[in-house]
């Protein structure tokens, strides 16, 4: 079946480095792409999508590419603050209706 | 108040018990998901819904019942609660297939 991987957390970085989180998918058809991100205690709210192949989203200084050649929609940013520590997920929906998730990447951002 | 609201935030139950987790939307969105979260298992599909009086099966759905015989409501039922359901359950809800969902505060459900 679907299916989405992240890279295994916690990822820990200082303040103003870069960052990127793996995302690899496994999907028939032409899945929409989204990340996602949880603060303590919070729900998840979207942090950008991309819906075909090459497509960019981007919010908040965060970007991923879909690319359908590898598989992939890596989450970068090209300098971090403290307020991006959350866990980030990476998520696919499918022709079907469903929304799966990736298991999630914590991120801490040390000043 | 509008957005999608799920009760109760925080629940003790103890093994065997029935338990019903409420999720309720107010934007009349036409699909709705249940997650659970475990750490080292991120989020988990149990159910989803495309509309009224359709659903069908998550990745992990033994041991739940669904039912949406209203749009704005997606109830969730554990017939017979383990303590391996013990997790924090999440509503969502989204406007059409591959669009933005929306999602509840959680459910922090404790077997006992």
């Known amino acids: 079946g679907d299916s989405v991987t992240q890279m295994e957390g916690p990822v820990t970085l200082s303040e103003e480095a870069f960052l990127t989180i793996n995302c690899t998918y496994t999907?028939?058809?032409?899945?929409?792409l989204f990340w996602y991100v949880q603060y303590p205690g919070e729900g998840l709210q979207l942090l950008l999508k991309a819906t075909k192949a090459d497509d960019k989203g981007s919010n908040k200084g965060f970007e991923a590419t879909y690319r359908k050649e590898t598989t992939s929609f890596h989450l970068e940013k090209g300098s971090v603050q403290v307020s991006d520590s959350a866990v980030y997920f990476c998520?696919?929906?499918?022709?079907?209706?469903?929304?799966?998730f990736g298991q999630g990447t914590e991120l801490s951002v040390k000043p | 108040d509008a957005g999608i609201t799920q009760s109760p935030r925080y629940k003790i139950t103890e093994t065997g018990r029935q338990v019903t987790l409420m999720c309720h939307q107010t934007?009349?969105?036409?699909?709705m998901f249940w997650y659970r979260q475990d750490l080292g298992h991120g989020l988990r599909l149990i159910y989803y819904s495309a509309a009224a009086d359709i659903t069908d099966k998550g990745e992990v759905p033994d041991g739940y019942v669904v039912s949406r015989s209203k749009t704005e409501n997606f109830p969730l039922t554990l017939e017979s609660a383990t303590r391996s359901q013990t997790s924090v359950y999440f509503c969502?809800?989204?406007?059409?297939?591959?669009?933005?969902?929306?999602f509840g505060q959680g459910t922090r459900l404790t077997v006992v």
């Open positions: 934007w009349s969105h036409s699909y």
């Open positions: 969502a809800s989204s406007a059409g297939k591959n669009t933005e969902a929306f």
């Open positions: 999907a028939t058809g032409y899945p929409s």
């Open positions: 998520a696919l929906g499918n022709q079907g209706g469903k929304l799966i």
